[in-house]
């Protein structure tokens, strides 16, 4: 029995995790699956609560579960709390606890939604279906940094460092994932200049040689930056960097129109992982009952394929979020069609998924 820790978290993060849940408990009776699923206080209700945002019960929880399925933290309500005393302080607290290093973000344009990306429908034909593969825990966000005076004002640096262990393990993560889609790994460097970048490169190709059936090839991130606007569909699986992949990342969602879409999840190699929607609390919209639930109801349907093998399942999801958008359903970030509440959204979904 799989073992999931959620945190619900503030804002619309407990509406659209509801949403998430029902789901969910369509997959178990549909598969006759049990899932074991309890909910602790995170961020901005922890607080509250006990007066840290990562509390020691939620922590062991989450430590001993199988997946942990987060909403969303934050709020104004916290605005004025310091650094690590405010919700999202509980974020990092939680990534570095589970020591998840591979930050797995699709960007997937639903047919239905092709109006809402800003590319041009002729760069569409072939549909948009990439899974950016982005290191977590290395790189110059973690490398030495420092500022010191100088003669005149200040010097500054930051530090891009990897070692062969940690571009190894991202690298299996990219190539495993692969294996599941169209087979092909573009990874991103900047190896024409940067050490740390060559020593990327060919630990990637290492690795390769373990994965004859996935297709590798190299892009500098100044070009990969440039192709995904101008030739999206020639990717499959990105696989690059801390910085790098943060900003990719970011361009590739951007591409498929609402953030209200885009699911996120973050592993080790164990399997255990961290699956949230990119989207923040939007406490313009809680309580309006305007969330869209779809990017939880994603992060759910990779929880089922990351974590548990459970492709079946997870397809399942992924084909009634079509369907439903097909059909003419929209939450109203989305634009023109039928607009549904968040709830009466999740209610679609189990629908179809129901069949
Ligand atoms: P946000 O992602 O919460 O909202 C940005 C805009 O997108 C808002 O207009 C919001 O209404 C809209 N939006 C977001 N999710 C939506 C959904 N599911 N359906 C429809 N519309 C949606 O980012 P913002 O406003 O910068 O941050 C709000 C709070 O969330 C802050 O306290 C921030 O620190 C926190 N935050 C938390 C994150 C997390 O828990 N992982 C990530 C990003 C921000
Ligand atoms: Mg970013």
Redesign the pocket.
């Known amino acids: 029995m799989f073992k999931i820790a959620v945190l619900p ?5 407990p509406e ?1 995790i509801e949403e998430g849940l029902k789901v969910l408990s369509a997959i178990e009776d549909k598969y006759k699956l049990k899932f074991d699923v309890k909910k602790y206080p995170f ?1 901005g209700e922890a607080i509250d609560k006990y007066g840290v945002p990562y509390p020691e019960e939620t922590k062991n929880a989450c430590l001993s579960s199988d997946a942990v399925l ?7 309500k ?2 004025d709390l310091e650094g690590d005393k ?3 302080a509980g ?1 990092l607290a939680l990534r570095k606890s589970l020591g998840v290093y591979a930050n797995l973000r699709p960007a997937v344009l639903y047919p239905p939604l092709k109006e809402a990306s800003p590319l041009k429908n002729e760069l569409l034909q072939e549909g948009l279906d990439i899974l950016v593969v982005r290191e977590l825990t290395g790189g110059i966000y973690f490398g030495p940094r420092g500022t010191v005076a100088i003669d005149y004002g200040f010097k500054a640096y930051d530090t891009e460092v990897y070692q062969t262990s940690e571009i190894e393990r991202i690298a299996v993560i990219a190539f495993e994932a692969a294996l599941k889609r169209k087979k092909k790994v573009t990874s991103v460097d900047k190896a024409n200049i940067l050490d740390s970048s060559r020593l990327w490169r060919k630990t990637v190709e290492e690795i390769s040689k373990r994965y004859p059936d996935v297709e590798l090839n190299h892009m500098y991130v100044d070009n990969c930056a440039m192709q995904l606007i101008k030739n999206p569909s020639q990717f499959d699986v990105i696989l690059t960097s801390n910085m790098f992949g943060d900003i990719l990342s970011d361009e590739a969602s951007q591409l498929t129109g ?3 879409m885009l699911p996120s999840a973050s592993l080790r190699e164990d399997k255990v992982g961290l699956y ?10 809680a309580g309006t009952k ?7 109801i994603l992060s759910v349907a990779m929880m089922l394929e990351y974590s548990f093998d459970l492709i079946d399942a997870a397809n399942d999801i992924k084909d009634a979020v079509n369907k439903v958008l097909e059909a003419g359903y929209r ?3 989305l634009g023109k069609g039928i607009i549904l509440n968040t709830h009466e959204m999740g209610d679609k979904v189990v629908e179809y998924v129901k069949g």
């Open positions: 978290g503030d804002g619309i993060g659209v961020g987060l909403g969303a933290v934050g709020g104004h916290w605005d405010r919700p999202e974020l609402s953030i209200g949230e929607p990119i989207h923040g609390s939007a406490p313009d919209i305007k969330a869209n639930p779809l990017a939880t939450t109203f970030d």
